[in-house]
């Protein structure tokens, strides 16, 4: 295993993560192909259904295993919704200002127009 993750532990702790993985990912892909096996016969369509669902969910269950239940990509993930929170407050409350002065600029130009409109000086037929 030669993974950067890896490369910091000791023999015996990347031993006890590959047979973790194998674990984890030996009855999740075996399961789906004992589904397969029974599925030869076309009276067991619920193992066709369940064969066709398992395959299709492997990608999510890999995803679980080993990105949801893992410390480091669970700190890593926790540190840029940190820092996304935070600068969606600065955003929102930098868009609130903005709109404000939109807002009143908006007020003026109208209250200018409107006083043009109704200038009987404005209007000559």
């Known amino acids: 295993m030669t993974l950067k993750a890896n490369a910091d532990k000791s023999e015996v702790q990347r031993i006890r993560t590959g047979i973790r993985a194998i674990l984890m990912l030996q009855p999740l892909l075996g399961i789906?192909?004992?589904?397969g096996i029974f599925s030869v016969n076309e009276h067991t369509i619920m193992f066709q259904?369940?064969?066709?669902?398992?395959n299709s969910l492997?990608?999510?269950f890999i995803f679980i295993c080993h990105c949801l239940t893992n410390e480091?990509?669970?700190?890593?993930f926790?540190?840029?919704?940190?820092?996304?929170?935070s600068s969606s407050i600065h955003?929102?409350?930098?868009?609130?200002a903005s709109s404000t002065l939109t807002e009143s600029t908006q007020a003026t130009t109208d209250a200018k127009y409107k006083g043009?409109?109704?200038?009987?000086?404005?209007w000559k037929e």
């Open 49 to 54: 259904y369940l064969f066709v669902i398992c």
């Open 32 to 35: 789906s192909w004992l589904f």
């Open 78 to 85: 926790l540190k840029k919704y940190k820092k996304m929170a």
């Open 116 to 122: 043009s409109f109704n200038n009987k000086h404005a």
């Open 91 to 96: 955003t929102s409350s930098m868009g609130t």
């Open 58 to 60: 492997q990608g999510v």
């Open 72 to 76: 480091e990509v669970k700190s890593i």
